[in-house]
């Protein structure tokens, strides 16, 4: 029997296993946004030494993941299982740095909620016993992004102010079982949302029905209020998502706001960095929670945070055939 | 029933989005896209009036003289990263003249570099403006032919 489940969509993890490492490494603008100082690395160069963005994505991954696991003063050979996904087609940076780091890897796509996805499935692992250290990571990099998602870079088009700016950005988290926390002890798996926003500039109203939904599930399933969390926070709905995602929630009966933010809006300074929305992208909420969070969580000034990453499951494919955005969020309950 | 309920639910969701979405500062945008595009022409004109009057050529080879000149420009401030910076403040002002043409072949043709000069390059340069120029030629060739059926 699954005992571990709890009511329609929740994990509770009866072994919670710790978040014993994290690793976090961001490029030049994040570099510059008001979360600067919790990073472990800033990259000067964009293209990080290589020959295409998309070698530097997967660049940014290995270096997570490595800062994570000297951190914890491992070795790459402690590391037993690797789950890791990003934006790019067929997963190009993480197998590429799963190639590199040769730790046995499986690959996710869950859009921009790969970082909650990879940490409940680590989770699971470990609590389950089938592993003792399993490393979760992702990574975006605004340049290979847009590159297949929207324009050329050089292009003279305006964005529109809905619009969001892809996180230059890798983090790394290692779970393991430990007496010190932060702990993972719940994960609430979403499911899709569709609510036929079909506009790709406006992601955030098309994740803030999704975020929302799993939100409520998770109150309902595991009986926690609102107000139990020092903070709840979405991956990369924006400024304009978040309000929406604020009213839903509101109008299901479940009051946050003031503990109520998002990694979108969290990274970037928006009068001067001039990114419209809000950050987006798997390495949003990545770097968020692996630096600046993780800190926070480790010197307990926050105790208990509810991570809710948001994915926009759309493809360039899909967005030319006029197809809606399906959304999905996770969320995952870590505690100190 | 049921579908039509969430459909109904969709409708709704959807106007609510549009209702809180920011609108664009139209006045600010317009403003800035008739001076840069003004610009732009005023250099054109100052263009075909040297080319017209130093090189000695007729009216119509000026023309086609001063066209080339302004996609030269318009490839090589994109080349060297400027023009997508005059895009975003002029939006439509320096997209419509034919240095934004130019523009839309040369961001994609840098983009794709890595994937190599045939395939990269070659293959995705026309990406942007292909549509404009496959419809563009369609129909100059329709009115070309309705022109010639109303002649004879």
Known sequence: MAVKRLGAQTIKFLNPPAIISTGSIVGPKEGQGPLADYFDMIIQDDLFGQNSWELAESKLIREAVTKAIDKAELKIADIEFMFGGDLLNQLMSSCFAARDLQVPFLGLYGACSTMTEGLSMAAMMVDGGFADRVVATTSSHFSSAERQFRFPLELGNQRPLTASWTVTGSGAAILSHSETGPFITYATIGKIVDYGIIDANNMGAAMAPAAADTICTHFDDTGILPSDYDLIITGDLGRYGKEIAVELLAKKGYNAVVNFSDCGIEIFDHKKQDTHAGGSGCGCSAVVFCGYLYQQLKLKNLKKILLVSTGALFSPTSAQQGESIPCIAHAVTIEI | ?152
């Open chain 2, 1 to 152: 029933m049921q579908k039509k309920n969430q459909t109904q639910k969709k409708k709704e969701y959807q106007k609510y989005v549009e209702q809180k979405a920011p609108k664009p500062n139209y006045v600010h945008n317009c403003i800035w896209a008739f001076f840069v595009g003004g610009i732009i022409c005023t250099v054109g004109q100052f263009v075909h009036n040297t080319v017209e009057d130093s090189l000695g050529i007729t009216h119509l080879a000026a023309t086609n003289a001063t066209t080339l000149i302004m996609i030269g420009i318009g490839a090589f401030l994109t080349g060297i990263g400027i023009y997508d910076k005059i895009g975003k403040k002029a939006g439509a002002g320096s997209i419509v003249p034919i240095t934004g043409f130019a523009n839309s072949i040369v961001s994609p043709a840098m983009e794709f570099k890595r994937e190599g000069y045939v395939f990269g390059v070659a293959a995705r340069m026309f990406n942007l403006a292909g549509p404009v120029l496959v419809y563009g030629i369609t129909s100059s060739v329709i009115v070309g032919l309705i022109y010639y059926l109303i002649i004879n």
